[in-house]
């Protein structure tokens, strides 16, 4: 396939699903996020060769972000609508957004691969940039604070450079 198409594709996929499980949380509706998961990972994984090492990725991008999430709603940096498991675990949809962001790393932010310096700065004004949207949206309880971002963009500015590196190394792998 054309990796022009197959970027489209991806980034297709990407913002389907994130906005799934945001304004599925947000319009109670939390299951949405991870229904949607299934078919755009089916698909996701249905145009990849390396299909082993990309779902590696995929569980440990969706572990990571268990734990990342969970330790922020603990320590009260953002609290998002709950399902399923207590509070302060993160939630399923959110999990899922995990696995989504990390369904981009080896197509439409292949880009970012062997350029960490790049990934952390990405990680760090992205990954605040999708809380706060998701939060505008009506997925969290409360818009994050000043220094809720600024520690969330320090999380994400150390965690999108460890999973760039994941996706090619596990890349390689398979």
Request: net charge positive.
């Amino acid at each position: 396939m054309n990796q022009l198409i197959l970027k489209v594709i991806n980034v297709a996929l990407f913002q389907t699903a994130w906005f799934a499980a945001v304004l599925g949380a947000a319009r109670g509706i939390p299951w949405l996020g991870p229904l949607a998961m299934l078919p755009v990972i089916a698909i996701h994984l249905t145009l990849l060769e390396r299909r082993r090492g990309e779902i590696k990725l995929l569980l440990t991008a969706g572990l990571l972000g268990l734990i990342f999430d969970t330790l922020f709603v603990y320590g009260g940096v953002f609290t998002p609508l709950q399902h399923l498991f207590p509070r302060p675990f993160s939630p399923p949809w959110m999990i899922c957004l995990w696995i989504n962001f990390a369904a981009t790393l080896n197509v439409s932010m292949a880009w970012l691969r062997g350029r960490y310096l790049l990934a952390a700065l990405f990680g760090a004004i992205g990954g605040p940039l999708a809380y706060y949207s998701g939060a505008r949206l009506g997925a969290t309880e409360l818009l994050p604070t000043t220094t809720g971002l600024l520690l969330l963009a320090i999380g994400w500015g150390a965690m999108t450079p460890l999973l760039v590196w994941l996706a090619k190394v596990f890349t390689k792998e398979a």
